[in-house]
Nanobody, 116 residues
Framework: QVELVESGGGLVQAGGALRISCAAS????????MGWYRQAPGKQRELVAT???????NYADSIEGRFTISRDSAKNTVNLQMNSLKPEDTAVYFC??????????WGQGTQVTVSS
């Protein structure tokens, strides 16, 4: 079992930047996929970005090159650098960890609010 704790959310103006982090309670080296999802009010949770142990990344089309996900196995963290933020990026952002077995864990989420 792994606990995931997100941090770094907050309020930022459109066009600004924010970095959110996810700290895992144990070594993430064995975790297959780590990623970020988000859920806006009244909408379904959606994929933002994922990263594999070797560093391969995948992003939602809506991100359009504005976000960068990174994985630090030495610190057991996964970070999401968000640039050129838009009001439509406003959501609760959740950290996700998926093991090879298929077991999935979620963090509690961190609120990101982008004002226009």
């Amino acid at each position: 079992q792994v606990e995931l704790v997100e941090s770094g959310g907050g309020l930022v103006q459109a066009g600004g930047a924010l970095r959110i982090s996810c700290a895992a309670s144990r070594n993430i080296f064995s975790i297959y996929i780590m990623g970020w999802y988000r859920q806006a009010p009244g909408k379904q949770r959606e994929l933002v970005a994922t990263v594999l142990p070797g560093g391969s990344t995948n992003y939602a089309d809506s991100i359009e090159g504005r976000f960068t996900i990174s994985r630090d196995s030495a610190k057991n963290t996964v970070n999401l650098q968000m640039n050129s933020l838009k009001p439509e990026d406003t959501a609760v952002y959740f950290c996700n960890a998926r093991y090879h077995s298929g077991v999935v864990y979620w963090g509690q989420g961190t609120q990101v609010t982008v004002s226009s």
